[in-house]
């Protein structure tokens, strides 16, 4: 089997695993769910960063150059981030300083974006 097609079969696993545990984060720990509704989102967010290294391995399969990489994992890792802290706001609740993060991970992503098509080029 193509190493291509594995990476993407580990990153989709991943992927769906980091989804699962930010939607439900209490399957791997028994913390009580924070009564503040920034902390009950926040334990939620770091699933994210797992969801953006299944993005990773998914649509990036290189090493070298290491600019391309670094941009991708910096794009991939706050994308999921992002992702997981948007799906978490409509379960849990929002407050300003969760969209104050949302604009703030836009702006890392597309700065990662441009830095990715730059080294891309």
Known sequence: MDNKIIL??????????????SY?????SNKPIPEDTF????RR????????IGMLLMFHHQI???L???AALGMTLT??????RV??????GSVARHWMWVAVELVVIIGFGFWYAKQHT
């Open 68 to 70: 391309l990489t670094a």
């Open 64 to 66: 070298t150059p290491y």
């Open 45 to 52: 967010v770091r699933w994210g960063f797992v969801m953006g």
């Open 8 to 21: 993407q079969v580990v990153g989709f696993i991943i992927l769906l695993l980091g989804g699962i545990l």
């Open 24 to 28: 439900n984060p209490e399957l791997v």
């Open 87 to 92: 799906m978490e706001i409509f379960l849990d």
């Open 79 to 84: 994308l999921g981030a992002l992702v997981a």
């Open 39 to 42: 902390q009950a989102v926040e």
